[in-house]
């Protein structure tokens, strides 16, 4: 998978360079425990941070889709890891990267409409509210990743 990431404008960001540069408000990068705690708490840093920055709608599906990447990193960690998370405003786009340990490719599933399955709806949420998504591997696991508009 690419390590780099086409914005709206025409902008090529790198991984390695948001990761590596300091963050300016309301860009933020955390890491949190993996548990029951990880999305509310994302979501709350999330809000805080970008109210008054991002349109209200497009904060919203930025909610969502954070909720979806961090529930799928920790069911994909063990129970003592970290989550990396990373959210970068960069007009007229959101980049929300989320990193876990797990090497496993996510996958996006269609369950069966008849069966009460509660999962496997995430990526297909992520993949309707953003512009793009994507992953690739890193030396600790992986990074999933979304682009929405700002626009």
């Known amino acids: 998978m690419s390590r780099e990431t086409t914005m709206g404008s025409g ?14 408000p309301p860009s933020f990068r ?8 990880a999305a509310p708490t994302a979501r709350s840093l999330l809000r805080e ?13 930025a ?7 961090i529930a799928n990193a920790v069911n994909a960690s063990p129970v003592s890891a970290l989550v ?3 959210v ?7 980049l929300i990267s989320v990193f876990d340990e797990s090497t496993g490719a996510p996958r996006p599933r269609c369950p069966d409409p008849l069966e009460l399955d509660e999962g496997g709806r995430g990526l297909l949420l992520v993949a309707e ?6 992953w690739h591997a890193i030396a600790t ?3 999933v990743w979304a682009v929405l508009s700002l626009l």
Not at 63 to 69: H, I, K, N, R, S
């Open 49 to 61: 941070r970008l109210t008054g920055y991002v349109p209200p709608d497009t904060l919203a599906d």
């Open 88 to 94: 970068h405003l960069v007009e007229p786009s959101l």
């Open 30 to 37: 955390c890491q949190l425990a993996v548990g029951l705690s």
């Open 11 to 24: 902008v090529v960001i790198t991984y390695a360079s948001v990761c590596q540069h300091f963050l300016d």
């Open 84 to 86: 990396g998370l990373l």
């Open 129 to 134: 509210l953003s512009q793009t998504w994507g």
């Open 141 to 143: 696991g992986k990074v």
């Open 63 to 69: 909610d969502l889709v954070l909720t979806e990447l």
